[in-house]
């Protein structure tokens, strides 16, 4: 039970609880600088299990974790949907269902005390709406700026290479053992820097160590070009708590020598074995320090959304380095792969949407549970990793021009400044329910997805 708590509760509730807090946080903010009174910011939703004033904002944490929201003045409570981080009801305070025109036509200052949400200027509105995603993305890229501060940049720190019979490479001269020494004559000491260094479409010298001989290879690498790769020894880095290896007696550093009769060289090649083989035990033997041991272990399934195929794993990591960055690389590298998740993600979208990907990879909060648990068993870096990847996740989803979601929020708020008049509270009530049946769809097919998944 304890174990439950610490590697699957908790892990769960940290995620939500930070991205979800993070996103209230940034439309609070907004609002409190562009003085619009915020009445109640509420992590989760029902009666508040935890619940204090300070000044004229009552704050609580409730019941149900699966989201948030922060209510201004001048908005009206309405229903809330578990599946929105930040949910406001967006019908207005006018009791006549005609078009109301905007009171409000000049500009005000930032220090200016608005009565309500809708009586700040729109571009306010706009800003503190768009401030909830914005703030989900910031802080993605500030927890992996700290995570590589703390941690380090994962690095492969084998250069000795395999190269594929008749591909490319090997035409090339390269020759599997070969280990790489240089890039240009700029020397290299991981897989990373060798990547760094080499220019795609140019003609590039990759200076190797062949036994006792050293040797310049001109070659010329193309993005599409594949057949040479690091050699992994099959020697064990991070173990999955409580996995298979883990209850075997494994530990980090322990080579496998052997699976069954099958002598191991490499570590793509155990790998292999093990994928193939999910549910049929496995006689594994590995060298701990000076002492050899024996133990049948059984790759557990795990679907793999890649392969989209439901494979062995035995819970192990493949053995890797660690690079630590000065300040400012570190910065700027945390900049440029945040950027890259997000043009990831918005790719996968585009893919969700063109049907590239079947809509059955989409995950709900069940999903999310179990990712959660499995990135605990991985350890803390682990954890963060996918809690920069929901961030980032709820930031963009919460962009989507649908009613209820902050990117209807704004696109609404457009609208209105375009037509230079205010949608009637009738109008608003019918746009509210389109957003909440299509929240309580979009609720339905993923909770669907990941029971069945």
Known sequence: MI???????????????????????????????????????????????????IGETDFRIAYFPLGGYVKMAGEEEGKILPSESSTRAVTEEPDTSADIPEEKTQETTITERHDGFYDAPIYKRIIVVLSGPL?????????????????????????????????????????????????NDIPVNNWEEFLDNIRPHEKTTVTVQREDEILDINVLFEAES????????????????????DRAGMKKGDIILKINDHQMHTWHQMVELVRENRNVPLTFTWQHKDDYLVAEITPASFYDPIAQDTIGQIGVFMPFGRKYLPLFHGFGLAFTRTIEMIERMLGIFYQLITRQIPAKQIGGPIAIFRLSTESAQWGFEHLLGLLMIISINLG????????????????????????RRRFSKKTMLVIQQIGYVIILLLIIFVTFNDITR
């Open 226 to 245: 594949t057949g040479l790769t690091p050699i992994v020894p099959p020697l064990l880095g991070s173990l999955k708590q409580n996995g298979p290896a």
């Open 396 to 419: 963009i989803i919460n962009l989507f021009p649908i009613p209820a979601l902050d990117g209807g929020h704004i696109l609404i708020a457009i609208v209105e400044a375009i037509r």
């Open 3 to 53: 174990d439950f708590f610490l590697y699957s509760i908790l892990p769960f509730l940290f995620i939500l609880g930070f991205c979800v807090t993070i996103h209230e946080f940034g439309h609070f903010l907004l609002a409190k600088i562009f003085g619009i009174a915020v009445e109640k910011f509420s992590i989760g939703y029902g009666p508040p299990l935890i619940r204090k004033r």
């Open 135 to 183: 703030f989900n993305i910031l802080s993605a890229f500030v927890v992996l700026f700290l995570t590589f501060m703390v941690y380090g940049l994962v690095i492969t720190p084998f250069l000795h290479v395999e190269v594929d019979e008749g591909s490319y490479y090997a035409r090339s001269g390269f020759l599997t053992g070969d280990s790489i020494i240089a890039v």
